[in-house]
């Protein structure tokens, strides 16, 4: 596997491949990785002829310094888990790479990112997504990928980068790929690293009570569902729900009654303690977005 630095080195090897007609899977990642990276890393080896994964923590959709400085980093043994998963080439620059006149100075445009943008994460976590597409689209246009896989886990992210790239004029495949979890149900994060033994026990407790809520749900109106799940997670300990929005899978806005939309999705954040982890759960879902 290439281990590339430069912007330069990768778009020489971008070219390189272009210009062989080789399709590219890039996935987008900031390291630390899990078995849920290695999913979209495997789908990509299969469905293209080179898998190209980005590695790099990218500070300017992080809304807090704490949170960027705590975010956990093994580069070394990603190398290896990316190696072994098969890709091709990843690219992992330092911050001056990328940022080359300082992190204040090098100048960010503003990107129509929709409505999608302004709910939720975005709501909570104000510049994020800016930041995100910010290095989403430099990634687009280094890596010409042919497709670029997200994890569900960040279900807003995905509705986000759609976005970003119908109004950038972008074309790649966006390929939504499913949340993996571990056996006790929690989502695979690279935040999990950062939970307690005492906090690891309780996280489960998330995915618990949203896969319950769906049975709920079907008896249930979509605020008593909204307030039951809320209530559950919030009396356990180390617990405590930031949002928890049950909205249209297409739009991200709210809804009131189950029956508003054919894609009805629940997004949740959760502090366990200091850290934040985020899941969500389809209560209706249509054939052809499964
Ligand atoms: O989902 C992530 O890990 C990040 O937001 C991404 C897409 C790699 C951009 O930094």
Known sequence: MLIIRTIADLSSYVASLRADNRSIGLVPTMGALHDGHISLVKRAVADNDSALVSLFVNPVQFNN???????????????????????????????EEIF???????????????????????????GHFQ?????????????????AYFGEKDFQQIAVIRNMVRSEGIDV????????????????????ALLSPEQREVAPEIHRALADSIEYSLTHSVRATHDSVVERIDAVPHLKVEYFEIV????????????????????????CGDVRLIDNIAYRKPQESA
């Open 65 to 95: 310094p704490a949170d960027l400085e705590s975010y956990p980093r093994s580069e070394e043994q990603d190398f290896k888990l990316l190696a072994e998963a098969g890709a091709a080439a990843v690219f992992a620059p330092s911050v």
């Open 100 to 126: 080359p006149e300082g992190l204040d100075a090098s100048p960010r445009k503003s990107f129509d990112l929709g409505q999608a943008a302004e709910v939720m994460e975005g709501k909570m976590r104000p």
């Open 131 to 147: 930041g995100v597409a910010f290095i989403v689209e430099k990634l687009f246009r280094l890596c010409l990928p042919t497709r």
């Open 173 to 192: 495949e966006i390929v939504p790929c499913p949340i993996l979890r571990a056996d006790d149900g929690l989502a695979l994060s690279s935040r999990n």
């Open 248 to 271: 249209d899978g297409r739009t991200l806005l709210p809804v009131d009654e189950w029956e508003e939309s054919p894609w009805v999705v629940g997004c949740i954040t959760v502090y």
